[in-house]
């Protein structure tokens, strides 16, 4: 007669282990050798709610409530040139241009 014990139904059998060691073996390959490509974070330049604001003749910004006026000494960034996200196509060219007090594109004094 033979004997059968009973396993924790927990623990893996030593074939199983090695296939789940593989596995994982291999996700931490791809992550490695792609360094997570197609995962970009972006972070958006204000939170939800709020809109960005230019201070005239530098290159500072703010974040206002969408109810809120720009305080003084910030207007809003011209139609279709809003920057989104940070390093994105608008706040990278907000960096080294600005608004002066007529509301006119210009090349900002303290861009490097």
């Known amino acids: 007669m033979s004997r059968r014990t009973n396993r924790p ?3 893996l059998r030593p074939g199983r282990a ?5 596995a994982l073996t291999g996700v931490v390959a791809v992550v490695a050798l792609t360094g997570c490509a197609g995962f970009e974070y972006r972070e958006d330049i204000c939170n939800g709610g709020e809109y960005p ?14 109810a809120e006026e720009p305080p003084a000494g910030y207007v809003r960034y011209p139609e279709g040139k809003v920057p989104q996200q940070v390093d994105d196509k608008w706040d990278v060219y907000w960096d080294t ?10 090349t900002a004094p303290d861009a490097g």
Do not use: P
């Open 97 to 106: 241009h600005t608004l002066d007090k007529d509301g006119n594109t210009v």
């Open 18 to 22: 090695r296939v789940v060691a593989a």
């Open 53 to 66: 604001v230019l201070s005239v003749g530098g290159t500072g910004s703010a974040c206002v409530r969408d």
């Open 9 to 11: 139904a927990t623990r």
